[in-house]
């Protein structure tokens, strides 16, 4: 039986202060309500800047994990402003968020480039968090399914994996995150079941079963996220906008 995930992407929301102030918040929320709370892991995703610290808050809080927002596809060399998954690796950072749409769109990163991420995650035993899903004009045109197909299978391409590797893949529609209103939780299901075929089409049955997870994110909230939960192919929730509110995230993770 697989972990329930939840992930927090604060983005670039926070100061690196505000940050560990917001870790502590949840961490207390947590350790005052040890009894109510379900078996599930938790990863937060800071900014870089707040990583180190954010690892001192998190040390007794056994179901967390710090992840980063992302990383470069080479360990060391001349990558001006590029951030190594070694180094993160070697900090205590043990997932990466990849392929983030608004990477993809404010930073022009494109499919090749995120497989060769995913390579470098796994290289340095990272867990890639990997982002896909399509756009409101890709949604329009009955594109869905391809661009999570294509996003997916170039991702995956060519990997080497073993039963000492994992991946999650986050099917993120772009046109409803940050919008305050979720795709309906049946159509949330259909493209993780397109997305969770196209991973057995790439990678060994057994590994895609065991040590792959398939998560939702866009507008998940503490009302909607019962919903979501009920799907057999949700196995957690990627959350952008309620996760900086640590109530509304302790919230959602009580309805886990
Ligand atoms: C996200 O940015 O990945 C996300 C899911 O954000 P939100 O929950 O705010 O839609």
Not at 32 to 52: G, M
Not at 175 to 202: F, H, L, M, S
Request: proline share 4%; aromatic share 8%.
């Amino acid at each position: 039986m697989k972990n329930k995930i939840l992930v927090a992407n604060w983005k670039m929301n926070l100061s690196p202060d505000e940050e560990i102030s917001l870790l502590k918040e949840v961490a207390n929320l947590f350790k005052n309500n040890k009894k109510n709370i379900p078996d599930l892991e938790i990863i937060i995703c800071p900014s870089f800047l707040a990583l180190k610290q954010a690892k001192e808050v998190i040390k007794e809080l056994p179901n967390f994990h710090l992840g980063a927002q992302n990383c470069f596809w080479e360990d060391k060399g001349a990558y001006t402003g590029e951030i190594s998954p070694l180094y993160l690796k070697q900090i205590g950072i043990e997932f990466i968020i990849l392929g983030h749409s608004e990477r993809r769109t404010y930073l022009g990163e494109a499919n090749e480039m995120i497989n060769k991420k995913v390579r470098a995650c796994l290289k340095n035993d990272l867990c890639p968090i990997i982002c896909v899903g399509e756009t409101f004009e890709e949604q329009q045109e009955g594109k869905r399914d391809y661009t999570i197909m294509h996003q997916t299978s170039t991702a995956l391409e060519g990997l080497q994996v073993d039963e000492s590797k994992r991946i999650l893949i986050a099917y993120e529609p772009v046109w409803v995150i940050g919008r305050g209103k979720a795709v309906e939780p049946e159509q949330a299901e259909y493209a993780n079941r397109v997305i969770q075929q196209t991973a057995i089409d790439c990678l060994p049955l057994d590994f895609v079963k065991q040590k792959m997870s398939f998560l939702y994110g866009g507008s998940i909230d503490e009302e909607n996220v019962v919903s979501f939960k009920e799907q057999k192919t949700i196995d957690g929730f990627l959350v952008g906008g309620a996760s900086l509110n640590p109530k509304e995230f302790f919230g959602i993770v009580l309805k886990m």
